[in-house]
């Protein structure tokens, strides 16, 4: 009977300290992490035009992330798989839940083998995509197109772009207005400036988005109504964009960046690449000339970065939301409003923490095995001296 009752008592022991390293690491992390973070306040907007009086609930609540990397068949380890992509979607659906954003942005490269991959491996990975970032229809998904969805300047083709946009119903270039807040969506993959039939599309849409916000700064200032040149031109809240993009603007490097989410010290000072690390020079003037952007969102470095561009135009580059890029992934909480913006970042569990904590179970149970191994040896030996003395005894 006493053996019995060990023997369940070890056995509950495991299952208390398995399942609940499972249920920690694979769903309670999420929460205290999500909770630390919160919508940060217009009146305390650090960018803009001016600081808006308008009330919280007027401004856009968007949730900016970056660099899904959704694996896929030819490189992607099926437990490598499993593991990221599930803690991905749980921390996505975790946010939602506890911070309700209005409109969710993704700025480029959904998917890790978008620009190789067939149709079969294609619909596949646009399942799953689907499956893990899943909302409510009162909040909107927007994703941009990154050099791993539809390949490099190189890579890229028509059919890629076009099965792209065709998956998520809209043109990888355009505007998205939200409460009278301008999103400005750009294809910056199209940006290599040489002249091949998708970027000569992507440059001409441009052009007439900038003319037609422009235009519609001058409806607004103009007292006579009509303004040269501006005849047909579609217009928007008269405020300047929120730029998004995959690439970011042309930088150096990323030695000027700081914080907990940039890149590795050894990395800071290596020197990107124009046109495949960031943007080129001429691309980046392009779109601060066209756009006057009052903030630019980007992502492709999987590290954190803030950098002024021409001491006016500030640029964030938003980290990788994979756990398989980083180990801190985080996203950005953006309160947007006509004329001023508030920023605020969070930080998911670091993977180390999980890996931590599962270590930490495992040595626990290795700790319980053997004590309940040298019990049950030392209840043995205390048995057969008892029995040898009542033998000799008789």
């Known amino acids: 009977m006493p053996r019995f009752s060990v023997r369940w008592m070890v056995a509950l022991v495991l299952i208390v300290v398995v399942g609940g390293a499972f249920i920690f690491c694979e769903y309670l992390i999420y929460f205290p992490a ?62 939602l839940w506890l911070l309700r954003p209005e409109i969710v942005f993704i700025l480029g490269d959904i998917f890790d083998e978008g620009k190789w991959s067939n149709q079969k491996h294609w619909e ?44 998520f ?34 440059e001409k849409e441009l052009t007439k988005l900038s003319r037609d916000l422009n235009c519609s700064r001058q409806n607004t200032q103009s007292s006579s109504g009509g303004m040269d040149g501006c005849e047909g031109t579609h217009l928007y809240p008269p405020a300047a964009p929120i730029m998004l993009q995959h690439y970011p603007l042309y930088r150096v490097s990323d030695a000027g960046c700081t914080g907990l989410d940039a890149a590795p010290p050894e990395e800071r000072h290596l020197l990107f690449r124009e046109k495949y690390d960031v943007l080129s020079k001429e691309a980046s003037q392009k779109l601060l000339q066209w756009f006057k952007p009052r903030l630019i ?16 135009y500030p640029e964030i580059s938003v980290p990788s939301f994979s756990w398989r890029n980083r ?68």
């Open 124 to 167: 596949d990975d646009v399942r799953r995509f689907h499956r893990m970032f899943r909302h409510s229809t009162d909040i909107e998904l927007v994703v941009l197109v990154g050099n791993h969805d539809i390949g490099f300047h190189y890579e890229m083709d028509w059919f890629k772009l076009q099965r792209f946009e065709k998956v």
């Open 327 to 394: 180990n801190n992934p985080s996203f950005i909480l953006a309160s947007v409003s006509p004329s001023s913006y508030a920023l605020s970042k969070c930080f998911m569990p670091e993977e180390s923490t999980v890996i931590g904590v599962y270590s930490s179970a495992g040595a626990c149970l290795l700790l319980l095995f053997l004590a309940h191994c040298l019990w049950m040896k030392g209840l043995l030996q205390c048995l057969s001296l008892c029995l040898l003395g009542k033998h000799k005894s008789l």
């Open 169 to 202: 119903n809209a043109s990888s270039t355009r505007i998205v207005t939200r409460k009278g807040v301008n999103f400005l969506l750009v294809n910056s993959v199209a940006l290599h400036g040489d002249g091949c039939p998708i970027c000569q599309s992507v």
């Open 297 to 312: 969102l980007s992502g492709h470095t999987h590290s954190g970065c803030e950098v002024l561009h021409d001491n006016k």
């Open 34 to 95: 999500i909770l630390k973070c919160a919508w940060p306040k217009i009146s305390h907007a650090r960018g803009g035009e001016g600081i808006d009086d308008r009330p919280m609930d007027s401004a856009v609540r968007a949730m900016v992330l970056s660099d899904t990397h959704l694996l896929g068949a030819v490189g992607g380890h099926w437990f490598d798989k499993l593991r990221r992509e599930w803690q991905m979607e749980r921390a996505f659906q975790t946010a």
